[in-house]
């Protein structure tokens, strides 16, 4: 799971090298914190946050199929 989002955030900023995925779980809830470069931030979130909405949809797909849940936080 963190593999996924990881790849899916440094394929779309322009400093991959600067993308951090931090993951804590409580019961069945996975939590993600996702941290780039300050100038990066924009193209994670994208136009009224469908980029970020995006990552979150597929994040929480792949999480179902473990049984999971996953809330995703992009700073």
Known sequence: MKALVEYIASELVDHPEEVQVTTRKSG????????????????????????????????RVAAARQGLRVVIDID
Do not use: C, F, W
């Open 28 to 59: 069945s809830n996975l939590y993600m914190d996702v941290t780039a470069a300050q100038e990066d931030v924009g193209r994670l979130i994208g136009r009224h946050g469908r980029t970020a909405q995006a990552i979150r949809t597929v994040a």
